[in-house]
């Protein structure tokens, strides 16, 4: 009898399980599963759509350069304007990701955990697949965003000057300081990525402070620091053989160690043995 009544106890009425339920936070693995997933999904994808949504991507980001210049532009000269200036790179990234877009970056690790999972020849083929169609469809979008700022009067001559301010302070980075931030910035996108499954209606706030720290900080993204590339290109300030040479190569190498060699292989390091 005592039994039975420690047992009726201890009972939960089903809406108290379903606090339960939304409580408990989900474990690695889950997590894990899920940006799995998602990145199968991703790779099964037609070229085609890889292909606009991408260009959606490439175009969309460079909002993020517009933002941090209407701020810089009509925010006072005062010591603290770089941190609130620096809010405005959040928002072509918030645009893109809740959108849905392709960017590159958040597949260096959606990608790469099927490969992680099943260590193919098909899948490899398919990661690199899905690779080139979005960073080339990136870097497509962003020169038309850059292009299209240059050689119309959309945007005020005063933002446009602050903008190539922003620019210019992105490359007076050496090759190696922009690999090293790279890696920073891969690191941090890929990280946005494992939290999203557990932002639970908090995506806003989320992708807003990742994205602001690598402003802040001065990371460099591959697709967002294009837009500020290729504007300086079409001013002749910037060389394309130097753009890339200087800035495209090590940003890519560095957001790919930071986002795939190091996260996306910490994350499935710590579920290896849970998945089997």
Same mark, same amino acid.
């Given at each position: ?5 420690? #047992? ?8 108290? %399980?379903?606090?339960? %339920?939304?409580?408990?936070? =989900? ?21 085609? &759509?890889? !292909? !606009? ?25 005062? &010591? ?27 597949? #260096? ?21 899905? !690779? ?14 850059? @292009?299209?700022?240059?050689? #119309?009067?959309?945007? &005020? ?34 990280? @946005?990525?494992? @939290?999203?499954? &557990? ?11 990742? #994205?602001? @720290? ?16 290729? =504007? ?16 495209? =190569? ?27």
């Amino acid at each position: 009898m005592a039994a039975a009544a420690k #047992t009726n106890g201890n009972k939960l009425k089903k809406a108290e %399980k379903e606090d339960v %339920k939304e409580h408990v936070r =989900l474990r690695a693995p889950v997590v894990y599963e899920i940006v799995r997933k998602e990145g199968d999904t991703e790779l099964a994808r037609p070229a085609s &759509s890889l !292909w !606009w949504s991408g260009i959606a991507a490439g175009l969309c980001i460079g909002f993020s350069v517009v933002a941090e210049a209407l701020l810089r532009t009509y925010l006072p000269d005062a &010591s603290w304007r770089p941190l609130v200036e620096n809010l405005g790179y959040s928002v072509g990234f918030l645009i893109v990701i809740l959108a849905r877009e392709q960017l590159f970056t958040e597949n #260096t690790i959606t990608a790469i955990l099927p490969l992680m999972a099943e260590r193919t020849s098909a899948n490899l083929a398919r990661v690199g697949r899905l !690779w080139g169609i979005v960073f080339a469809a990136n870097l497509a979008g962003a020169l038309i965003f850059a @292009l299209f700022c240059t050689y #119309t009067s959309a945007i &005020s001559e005063e933002v446009y000057g602050a903008m190539l301010d922003i620019c210019r302070h992105m490359m007076e980075n050496g090759r190696g300081e922009m690999f090293t931030r790279g890696i920073v910035a891969g690191w941090l996108i890929a990280a @946005l990525v494992w @939290l999203m499954p &557990s932002a639970e209606g908090a995506e806003f706030p989320m992708i807003t402070l990742m #994205t602001y @720290l690598i402003a802040a900080g001065d990371f460099t993204h591959v697709i967002a620091g294009s837009v500020e590339a290729f =504007l300086l290109v079409a001013e002749s300030e910037l060389g394309a053989a130097r753009m890339f040479l200087d800035f495209t =190569l090590p940003v890519l190498a560095g957001n790919v160690v930071g986002g795939t060699v190091l996260f996306a292989l910490i994350a499935y390091a710590q579920v290896r043995e849970e998945m089997a």
